[in-house]
Each structure stands twice: as structure tokens, then as C-alpha cells.
């Protein structure tokens, strides 16, 4: 997310179980609703709980007026101060979107569920593998667009769904609001992953590897600051400097960056910052992931000298993994509006 890193690599074994309790609503007349109440977008993650996908989405919906609301199977992991409204398939509002991050058991089970309700789109917002979903059939023919950040990743969401056509490339709304680069001397920002998995998602190998790394580099003399996964156990860091602002705009301060590949990487690259991978045997990332990194290491001893010899990712490398750069979010809700207006059209 989110935003989110390695917590989708096994998204599509992450299964809630949901489908037999949350049988579809009884049909209403969308297209009437629509005209009487502000834009409303619902939107259904591989991580079910994983509100920070949703949160860099907040701020367009807001200069347009419409509403975003993320589907949860229930509130008991919401906090009341997260800005991202949400409802279960029990309360779900009236709306005009219904877009699915994922082919899991969350995101296919809200598709079944409002199948009649309104049209459907698929948008990526965390990298997924390219390898298509278990669930993916089962709306990929209802699919009315399909979105992502950019080339590369256009690529691995059309494998992941097993979509044959064309990929609208947007750009990541993460990159709309990047900081200005001000490395600090010595100052290396980590970036964890998640260690224990949980109903919300699955967890990523390399954490010990990443731990022993950020060791030799205290060692050596560097300053840690570890930028935590929203759902990594933030005591495994606790030694350490943790960022009290997301990994993004930590890294603005930071000489150089290592950590376990995943989401976060490609925007951390767009800001200029050099980035080191840790790379578990275990570990399956996309190849433009890694692309993105100066270098990767599979044991600790080589942390130092990767760090000290890091170089910022190229324009090229960057563009494949978060496509064009400003105006995403514009781009995606554009793109999300336009399906909604041509739904109307043919509903009227």
C-alpha cells in the first residue's frame, strides 16, 4: 500500500472466507440513484482491511465531490481516526463503482455480491505477480476498464488477470505529491515488509535479513530510520529510529534506502533516492521492482558496500515501474468516471 509493499505477494492465497455469508443485495435502480446524490466509488482491496491503499485516493475525491468508501468484512480492525470511510456488504451504500485491486477472495466475493448493482473496474494499486488469479474468471468478462500505474506494471496486472486487451496506464497517485530530495549524510532509511501474516494479507521472506543488514550498517555508522510496513510487529524495530511519517516522505532525508522489494519501491525511486534490495531465496517480486534498485544482497556483510556505492535508479527504469509522474489521481478518477458515465448511458 500502502503506500504498501510486500503484503500482496501472496494476496491471492489470503482467503476471508466470505462468500457463503455475504449473499448478493437485492437489486435496486442504480441508474436513478446516481442522479440524486454525489459520485460514489467503492472500492475492494486484495488486503481486506488494508485501508492505506485507499488513503493517497482521498484528496482527488475530495476536490471533486464524490466519495470514496473501501468494503471491509467487518470493522473490527478500523480505528476510528482512519480517514477512509468504509462499509460491509451488510451496510454497503448506494454507488456508482465498484473497483476491485485484486482477483482474492475479498475483491471477487464483493464482485459476486454487487453484480447487479453497478458496472466494475479494476484498478492496481500494489504490485501483484504475473500470474493469473484463481478468482480472476469469475468477473474478468464484467471488467468495463482496466488501470494501472504504468507499462510494466500494465503488463503483470493483465497477466494477473487474465485480461487480453488494453491496460489504461494512469500513473500512481503516490508520485502526485513526491518531496524534495535533501539527502542527510549517513542517513539510511529502511523499509520493512511484513513479518507474520494475517487475515488482512500475507508476509514477505527477508525480515531477519533486513534486521541483520540495518545491524551492520548501525555498526559502520550509518543512522537508521525504518519506514514500517502499516502491518509490520513495530517491535522487531524498536532499537531504531521509526519514521513517525509514511516511507515516502521519510526518504526525502535519506542518503540511501534498503529493504525487501515490494510497492513502495518504485515511488521511493521517483523521489531520487538510491535503493539497495534484500533479496530472500524465498522472495518473488516483479522484475521491474528490482529494476528499480542499485544493487541487490542476500546477506548482510554486503550491506555496506552496497549502500556506500547505491545509485539513484534511471529515468527510464523509474517510468516502467510508476509510469508518467503528476496528475495521476486526476487521470484515474477520470478514467473511473467515464465508465461511470457510459454505464449510465446504456443503463438509461
Not at 48 to 63: D, I, M, N, Q, S
Not at 289 to 312: F, G
Amino acid at each position: 500500500m500502502t503506500m504498501t509493499r510486500r503484503s500482496l505477494l501472496r494476496a491471492s492465497g489470503v482467503g476471508v472466507g466470505l462468500a457463503a455469508v455475504s449473499p448478493a443485495l437485492p437489486a435496486m435502480a442504480w441508474p436513478a440513484m446516481a442522479s440524486s446524490r454525489r459520485t460514489r466509488v467503492l472500492l475492494a482491496t486484495n488486503e481486506p482491511w488494508g485501508t492505506y491503499h485507499a488513503a493517497p485516493l482521498l484528496a482527488e475525491a475530495a476536490r471533486r465531490g464524490w466519495e470514496l468508501v473501501q468494503l471491509v468484512p467487518d470493522r473490527s480492525v478500523i480505528l476510528p481516526t482512519d480517514p477512509v470511510k468504509v462499509a460491509t456488504l451488510d451496510d454497503v451504500p448506494p454507488a456508482d463503482l465498484l473497483v476491485v485491486n485484486g482477483a482474492s477472495d475479498w475483491p471477487a466475493d464483493c464482485a459476486a455480491a454487487l453484480r447487479r448493482k453497478m458496472p466494475l473496474v479494476a484498478s492496481s494499486l500494489a504490485y501483484l505477480q504475473p500470474k493469473e488469479a484463481p478468482r480472476a474468471h469469475e468477473f474478468r468478462s464484467r471488467l468495463e476498464l482496466v488501470s494501472a500505474a504504468s507499462p510494466a506494471e500494465s503488463d503483470v496486472f493483465a497477466a494477473y488477470l487474465g485480461w487480453k486487451r488494453r491496460v489504461r496506464m494512469v500513473g500512481s497517485p503516490q508520485t502526485d505529491t513526491l518531496p524534495r530530495y535533501q539527502p542527510q549524510t549517513d542517513r539510511v532509511l529502511v523499509l520493512t515488509s511484513v513479518t507474520h501474516p494475517d487475515p488482512t494479507g500475507g508476509a514477505a521472506p527477508g525480515t531477519q535479513l533486513l534486521l541483520d543488514a540495518a545491524a551492520k550498517l548501525e555498526a559502520a555508522g550509518k543512522h537508521i530510520v525504518v519506514g514500517l510496513h502499516p502491518r509490520e510487529d513495530r517491535k522487531l524495530w524498536e532499537r531504531y529510529e521509526i519514521s513517525p511519517v509514511p516511507s515516502v516522505q521519510a526518504s526525502a532525508t535519506a542518503e540511501c534506502a534498503v529493504g525487501i522489494p515490494g510497492t513502495v519501491f518504485p515511488i521511493v525511486a521517483a523521489v531520487g533516492v538510491p535503493l539497495v534490495g534484500c533479496v530472500d531465496p524465498a522472495l518473488q517480486v516483479p522484475d521491474y521492482i528490482l529494476d528499480v534498485c542499485s544493487s541487490t544482497i542476500d546477506s548482510p556483510d554486503e550491506a555496506i558496500e552496497a549502500i556506500e556505492s547505491a545509485r539513484p535508479a534511471s529515468r527510464g527504469d523509474v517510468f516502467a515501474a510508476v509510469g508518467p509522474i503528476g496528475g495521476s489521481a486526476r487521470r484515474l478518477y477520470s478514467a473511473w468516471n467515464t465508465t461511470i458515465t457510459c454505464s449510465l448511458a446504456q443503463a438509461a
